[in-house]
């Protein structure tokens, strides 16, 4: 004789007994998507402090913009005080000079000395 609990089955995300198909796993629609909200919150959450990360080193990039030009030297020292994180960036692309440019979307920098940088602006993908 089979234990009668044996074929009793919970809702994944809240516990309730289930009734009807065997392979159901979630009582409604709200539980599973609470389950798979659940599920993502760790990735989702990564994404969104990353993004945030580098919208704000593209907002110092703007905000240097509007102060100086694309030729002029940038102490690496005001961005480290804005708060820039040099190791977040969304591509890399070479300037015309050959050295790599480290971008934030559209505006990146590039290095022209030990203590010094140039901004860059690239609105197009390639
Ligand atoms: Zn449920």
Not at 21 to 45: G, L, S, T, Y
Not at 68 to 93: C, Q
Request: proline share 3%; glycine share 6%; charged share 30%.
């Amino acid at each position: 004789m089979l234990n009668e609990n044996y074929h009793r089955k919970y809702c994944v995300q809240c516990s309730k007994e289930i009734r009807g198909r065997a392979d159901k796993k979630f009582c409604n629609e709200i539980c599973r998507n609470q389950f798979h909200n659940k599920q993502k919150a760790p990735v989702n959450n990564l994404v969104r402090n990353i993004n945030s990360v580098l919208g704000r080193n593209r907002g110092i990039l703007e905000e240097l913009l509007r102060t100086t030009d694309l030729k002029a030297r940038v102490p690496i020292e005001l961005l480290s005080r804005k708060g820039f994180r040099f190791t977040y960036f969304t591509h890399i692309k070479t300037t015309k000079k050959g050295e790599p440019g480290y971008y934030c979307y559209d505006l990146g920098y590039t290095l022209v000395s030990e203590d010094y940088c140039r901004i860059l602006y690239e609105p197009l993908l390639e």
